[in-house]
């Protein structure tokens, strides 16, 4: 099965950046579109930004276009995702999460392989 470990996240003031990382086990990375997600205090999880296995194709929540940049190292098995100018709402527990799916599917959520999450605080 595969497994994914997070990494990157941490404390900043708004208008700064992180990078997160998302490694993966496995022989198949390719063949896995990968997500992005989040979840603050008392909010549901949302969607974030999503890849396709090669590549390709990309998607944005609308509260992070232009600011967030999702990427993925096939040969390094590892996604990213270049986070710039962060505010005080992206405040939340990122988790990375994939599946043998297109980039459209990721976006419900409904995945099944998920990271432990790492935690993003943004101060003001």
């Known amino acids: 099965q595969v497994q994914l470990v997070e990494s990157g996240g941490g404390l900043v003031q708004a208008g700064d950046s992180l990078r997160l990382s998302c490694a993966a086990s496995g022989r198949t990375f390719s063949n896995y579109a990968m997500g992005w997600f989040r979840q603050a205090p008392g909010k549901e999880r949302e969607f974030v930004s999503g890849i396709s296995g090669g590549g390709g194709n990309t998607h944005y929540a609308d509260s992070v276009k232009g600011r967030f940049t999702i990427s993925r190292d096939n040969a390094k098995n590892t996604a990213y995702l270049q986070m710039n100018r962060l505010k005080p709402e992206d405040t939340a527990v990122y988790f990375c999460?994939?599946?043998?799916?297109?980039?459209?599917?990721?976006?419900?959520?409904?995945?099944?392989?998920w990271g432990q999450g790492t935690q993003v605080t943004v101060s003001s």
């Open positions: 999460a994939g599946d043998t799916a297109d980039v459209e599917y990721v976006i419900s959520g409904i995945l099944d392989y």
